[in-house]
């Protein structure tokens, strides 16, 4: 190891140089003695001098016993900058693994891991994240452990973190956000992790031979947790969630979980009350993903990932059924009496609530199974790579989430480009299907004019939306709300329409289900006014999961189920609330249908792309 300075130079005035410790990302570590005798090392900062001095000058202060202290920042005469710590003579943890490759034994990697953790709470506690935690960054100091090198911390504040996106730190403790430029307590929480994993087995839960390899694990793999007990597994588990909101809220907790495992509480207890509170964020276990897979080389992306979307899918969609129970339940409702019906739709409510949060407990905990995918390697070997489907899907909604603003309009554009053409078209069609039955004219072409125009102002609509929800798959009750207040501005917009057009309501508001009188205060000689319109298609975008129409990682380009269930829902919304038929039912599934044609769709060698060039930037950006 080649040093700028050797022993007896004194490059800082007041300190004199004793040897060498290391060389780093950052520059050079030396052990050198003040004048008066104290042992202190010296950082000579050689690279990425900013970032070095930020994260030094906001740890300069702090003091826990826990921590490697920093003394100072100083200037030598050349102008080199020099940052001023606490020497510590004992190993460090990179040391110790050295010595121990399979693993340090249960006590001591629990020591560590401790000491360790209790020094990053202190960071986390005055404001500021480590970010580079790794096994040559932590010190035993005479049976205390302490965690030095803040080149890389970070302050915890909104005005820092937008401002600051540059993606650095050792790649193998480096967490899937990272390479997004998210940085929260989290980033060293699941470091912990990594590092807890690695003194119990020597090993390192996710490693390859190239960078992209290690990322690509990192974001989409979960770790081999067959050789550790129960309530360290859990420890592990839980730090190594890819979602940061799914890891331990604070170091705080994860100390709470490391004191568990040995104040002499049944191990038993702590696997079962962590399982029980994580329930809804754990991956599979590992002998659910199979014989341990081999990284994708490079950003080689899978090629049956198509094909195991559609058997997750297959699998039975809760939500489906539950609106076919909901239907059902309206139409037995509608041959009594049409008044119940706000009363047939909270009963349905309640009937759903329960069933919903019932399949959405066990489909997570038991049918997101993990998938192999197929791959060829850099060198063209052939291999397998078992992934979890849904923190594939994550994959590519964090490429899709890290489209700017003037990415998501310029896509806009050209998707509704296609609209009206498309709308057009779809208009044409279904009046030619009736032009033999009836006389050309403006009276028979207006609703189909009114089709037209309606699917167009829908589908731009939800055009704009669906990319702005693109990049995350949460929140569907607020989507639903969201649309079915759209979908009353929309009902006004159609009647408007419907009256520029002058559409003959003769026999156009007529019912199948035609037992009950329709409300007087929407209906005038069963003519819709405008609380009839808004109403009806307040229901209609409500009741459908419109988003999924113009989601990019949809399972087809074109799902002609949710055709179906669009025409269905349609018609049976129309028994109650009725508008002209068939232009109500053209519409729904028109809308679906133009939508769904003119939205973009990744297809498989699109998503490999995807899943290739996210790799790639993660690696340039960790260098």
Request: proline share 4%; charged share 20%; aromatic share 10%.
């Amino acid at each position: 190891m080649s040093f700028t300075y050797s022993s007896g130079q004194s490059p800082l005035s007041r300190y004199k140089i004793q040897r060498g410790i290391g060389v780093g990302g950052f520059g050079e570590v030396y052990f050198a003695l003040s004048d008066s005798g104290k042992e202190v090392a010296l950082k000579c900062i050689q690279r990425h001098l900013e970032v070095e001095l930020r994260g030094a000058s906001q740890c300069l202060n702090l003091k826990h016993a826990n921590l490697v202290s920093l003394f100072d920042i100083c200037q030598s005469e050349d102008e080199q900058s020099w940052v001023v710590m606490e020497y510590v003579s004992g190993p460090n943890m990179r040391q110790r693994l050295d010595e121990s490759p399979g693993g340090l034994v249960r006590e001591d990697a629990i020591r560590w891991i401790k000491g360790m953790s209790k020094g990053v709470r202190h960071l986390h506690q005055s404001g500021v994240i480590h970010r580079d935690l790794k096994p040559a960054n932590v010190f035993d100091d005479l049976g205390t452990i302490k965690v030095g090198d803040y080149g890389l911390s970070k302050c915890i504040s909104a005005s820092d973190r937008l401002g600051h996106t540059d993606s650095v730190g050792t790649v193998h403790y480096m967490a899937p956000e990272v390479g997004n430029g998210e940085y929260g307590p989290g980033v060293d929480i699941y470091a912990v992790g990594v590092i807890f994993y690695e003194l119990l087995t020597g090993e390192l839960p996710f490693d390859g031979e190239t960078k992209n390899e290690i990322l690509m694990k990192h974001l989409t793999a979960e770790p081999q947790l067959d050789s550790l007990a129960g309530p360290e597994r859990v420890v592990v588990e839980r730090c190594l969630q890819k979602d940061p909101k799914s890891r331990y809220p604070s170091m705080q907790h994860l100390l709470d979980a490391l004191e568990s495992i040995t104040s002499g509480v049944d191990s038993d207890a702590v696997v079962i009350a962590e399982y029980v509170h994580t329930t809804d964020s754990l991956p599979p276990r590992a002998d659910e993903l199979g014989s341990q897979g081999y990284p994708l080389s490079d950003g080689v992306a899978s090629r049956r990932m198509m094909k195991s979307d559609r058997s997750h899918s297959s699998k039975g969609d809760p939500s489906e059924s539950a609106k076919l129970l909901v239907a059902g339940v309206i139409v037995l409702g509608l041959f009594f009496n049409p008044i119940l019906f706000s009363i047939v739709l909270m009963i349905a409510a309640l009937c759903y609530l329960p069933y919903f949060l019932i399949t959405k407990i066990f489909s997570s905990a038991f049918s997101d199974t993990s998938v192999m995918i197929s791959a060829v390697s850099s060198d063209g070997v052939p291999i397998h790579y078992p992934v979890n489907s849904s923190n594939w899907r994550k994959a590519l909604r964090i490429n899709l989430d890290r489209r700017k603003t003037g990415e998501l309009a310029k896509e806009w554009i050209q998707d509704s480009t296609g609209v009206i053409p498309a709308a057009t078209v779809f208009g044409l069609i279904t009046f030619s299907l009736q032009v033999e039955s009836m006389p050309v004219n403006s009276f028979n072409i207006a609703p189909y004019a009114w089709v037209v125009t309606m699917i167009t102002i829908a589908a731009i609509g939800l055009h704009a939306v669906g990319k702005r929800w693109a990049g995350s798959e949460e929140g569907e009750l607020n989507r639903r709300l969201f649309l079915g207040a759209s979908g009353m501005i929309f009902g006004l917009l159609a009647f408007f329409v419907d009256q520029f057009l002058m559409l003959d309501w003769q026999g156009g508001a007529t019912r199948d289900v035609d037992a009950t009188v329709l409300p007087e205060m929407m209906y005038s000689d069963n003519v819709p006014n405008v609380l009839a319109f808004v109403s009806h298609f307040a229901i209609l975008f409500f009741s459908l999961r419109w988003w999924k129409l113009v989601d990019p990682i949809r399972t087809n380009r074109v799902s002609l189920w949710m055709l179906l269930v669009a025409v269905v829902v349609e018609w049976l919304i129309h028994q109650s609330l009725p508008i002209r038929q068939p232009a109500g039912m053209l519409f729904a599934g028109g809308a679906v249908l133009v939508t769904q044609i003119t939205s973009k769709w990744f297809n498989q060698q699109t998503r490999d792309g995807m899943i290739s060039d996210y790799t790639k930037n993660q690696s340039e950006a960790w260098g």
